[in-house]
């Protein structure tokens, strides 16, 4: 990490400014879904009620569960990150794979939360949805905004850590060439750190 | 030889820090217990409903902190990453403020 790239130093690559450069886009990322939560802080503060209700169909075990699903796969990936910094490579490679072996839970998880809703019309659109008060309709389309943003992070981050896995593999990521790796693991972490403000603001109102 | 030497002794204090496995995991662990005490503090405190939802921001900040700071390690980067962070931080707590300001006094 601490490599200067200084003119015939013999480096070709600056680990510190591509880690700098990864931050920067991990804060647009938080402006992203900053945004999103000021607009959910606001209509709650309209319509907390409807808020309440609509957080009554939402299952606390199932969000509890995704939670420790996911703090699991951070876990996992930290200590990947670990593992191909002191050069055991093949130990990277499972806690890789370990990571996103739980993406696919916490998708699966998503997948029946989300039909269930579906089959129950309060995607927005749908019957049940357009018979809603209006702050319930609010609360239903941003539970479906956000958390389908945040899937879709889910989705691009496992793509990731799945190609970061392959350059581990094949020895491009090493002991001493760990930065791609180290991104991916930052950009993982920012997809947890996000889901642990929307449990509690979805699932835990009641 | 001697140049060398000392170039070598610089760029072994230069080395990265390594978080060890046995850190990650007692991280993981306090995380766990802070995620069973925001499920506990809404299931349990249900009367309490306002200071549910402070408790429950609370815990979800620290533990972003934790995150942050251990997982994404930036306890142990240069201070231009703690300082970038900070400033975003407040940026956004200033945006949500604000919008909160407005509509609370209309």
């Given at each position: 990490m601490e490599h200067l790239?200084l003119?015939?130093?013999g480096?070709t690559?600056?680990?510190?400014?591509?880690?700098l450069?990864?931050?920067l886009?991990?804060?647009?990322?938080v402006?992203l879904?900053?945004?999103?939560f000021i607009?959910?802080?606001?209509y709650?503060f309209l319509y907390p009620d409807?808020?309440?209700?609509g957080?009554?169909h939402l299952?606390?075990p199932?969000?509890?569960?995704?939670?420790i699903v996911l703090?699991t796969?951070?876990?996992?990936v930290?200590?990947g990150?670990?593992?191909l910094?002191?050069?055991?490579n093949?130990l990277?490679?499972?806690?890789m794979v370990a990571?996103?072996?739980?993406?696919l839970?916490f998708m699966?998880?998503k997948y029946?939360?989300?039909s269930?809703?579906?089959e129950h019309?309060?995607?927005?659109?749908?019957?049940?949805?357009?018979?809603l008060?209006?702050?319930?309709?609010?609360f239903?389309?941003l539970?479906f905004?956000m958390?389908g943003?945040?899937?879709?992070?889910?989705i691009?981050g496992?793509v990731?850590?799945g190609l970061?896995?392959?350059?581990?593999?094949?020895?491009?990521?090493?002991?001493?060439?760990?930065?791609?790796?180290e991104?991916a693991?930052?950009y993982?972490h920012?997809v947890?750190?996000?889901?642990i403000?929307?449990f509690?603001l979805f699932?835990l109102?009641? | 030889?001697?140049?060398?030497?000392?170039?070598d002794?610089?760029t072994e204090?230069?080395?990265?820090?390594?978080?060890?496995?046995r850190?990650?995991?007692?991280i993981?662990?306090?995380l766990m217990?802070?995620?069973?005490?925001t499920?506990?503090v809404?299931?349990l405190g249900?009367?309490?409903?306002?200071?549910?939802?402070a408790m429950?921001?609370?815990i979800?900040?620290g533990?972003?902190?934790?995150?942050a700071?251990?997982?994404?390690h930036?306890?142990?980067d240069k201070?231009?990453?703690?300082?970038?962070?900070a400033?975003?931080m407040?940026?956004?707590?200033a945006?949500?403020?604000?919008?909160?300001?407005?509509y609370?006094?209309r």
């Amino acid at each position: 990490m601490e490599h200067l790239v200084l003119p015939n130093s013999g480096l070709t690559r600056d680990d510190e400014g591509s880690k700098l450069g990864m931050w920067l886009f991990l804060y647009t990322e938080v402006l992203l879904f900053g945004g999103l939560f000021i607009v959910y802080t606001m209509y709650r503060f309209l319509y907390p009620d409807s808020f309440l209700q609509g957080s009554y169909h939402l299952s606390i075990p199932i969000g509890t569960i995704n939670t420790i699903v996911l703090l699991t796969s951070s876990l996992t990936v930290a200590m990947g990150i670990t593992a191909l910094q002191k050069g055991n490579n093949k130990l990277a490679v499972w806690l890789m794979v370990a990571t996103i072996f739980f993406a696919l839970v916490f998708m699966v998880n998503k997948y029946f939360e989300w039909s269930a809703k579906i089959e129950h019309g309060l995607f927005p659109g749908m019957d049940a949805y357009m018979q809603l008060p209006r702050g319930e309709t609010l609360f239903f389309f941003l539970y479906f905004f956000m958390t389908g943003l945040h899937a879709l992070h889910i989705i691009i981050g496992a793509v990731v850590i799945g190609l970061v896995t392959m350059e581990i593999k094949n020895g491009k990521q090493s002991s001493s060439n760990f930065a791609y790796t180290e991104n991916a693991g930052l950009y993982w972490h920012l997809v947890d750190l996000i889901w642990i403000f929307l449990f509690p603001l979805f699932y835990l109102i009641h | 030889m001697e140049v060398q030497k000392q170039h070598d002794q610089e760029t072994e204090t230069h080395q990265p820090h390594i978080s060890s496995y046995r850190d990650l995991i007692g991280i993981w662990i306090g995380l766990m217990v802070l995620t069973l005490m925001t499920v506990a503090v809404s299931v349990l405190g249900g009367r309490l409903a306002t200071m549910a939802v402070a408790m429950a921001m609370f815990i979800a900040t620290g533990k972003s902190f934790i995150v942050a700071s251990r997982f994404m390690h930036v306890k142990y980067d240069k201070p231009v990453f703690k300082v970038l962070g900070a400033i975003v931080m407040v940026l956004f707590v200033a945006l949500l403020l604000f919008t909160i300001l407005d509509y609370a006094t209309r």
